[in-house]
């Protein structure tokens, strides 16, 4: 008869220091782990049943929000975008709200257009580069001409940084 044992703190501690067969990864907020990492730091050693993780480091990645019309250029021609671009701004100059113009004007049907929050590395360099040049509240226009991809973006309000432990995992074999 074989009995599966939970390790104790101590006992994790010691056998992932001697441990050389070990797994690293990345969680962040999207993964089932990351509320039992959370409010944990470096060298941590967490244990959840028989299961043992590391935290090598910890990383703060920043964090961006804006909304935008995306306007396809494989669709229509670049003077029909650029009027419909004309129309766009002049309606939300008179005071119509953002969202309704999304609603009214967005070509991908993407239901995240109204708050799009991406880290670094995520969008296209162009669209990146744009939502970090401009203040929050701020419309502007964005061109991806190799893609034929058109946009009216505004950027969000600042962000909270995303954390991704990065961590060594084991599993303790009593």
Known sequence: ???????????????????????????TVN?????LLDGHSKRDIVVKGRDIYKIMFVKETPQYSASYIFL????LSLSKINATRKKILSKYKSGATFS?????Y????????????????VMVPEFEKAVK???????YTIDVPGSKWYYVAKTNAAVPSQKIFHIRHSRYPY
């Open 31 to 35: 993964d089932s782990l990351y509320k």
């Open 106 to 121: 967005n070509m991908d049907k993407n239901p995240k257009a109204d708050n799009m929050v991406f880290t670094t590395g």
């Open 72 to 75: 396809d250029g494989n669709t």
């Open 100 to 104: 309704a113009l999304i609603a009214e």
């Open 133 to 139: 040049e401009h203040a929050p509240g701020e419309l």
């Open 1 to 27: 008869v074989c009995v599966a044992q939970n390790p104790s703190q101590e006992q994790a501690e010691d056998y992932m220091h001697k441990m050389e067969a070990w797994q690293d990864s990345d969680i």
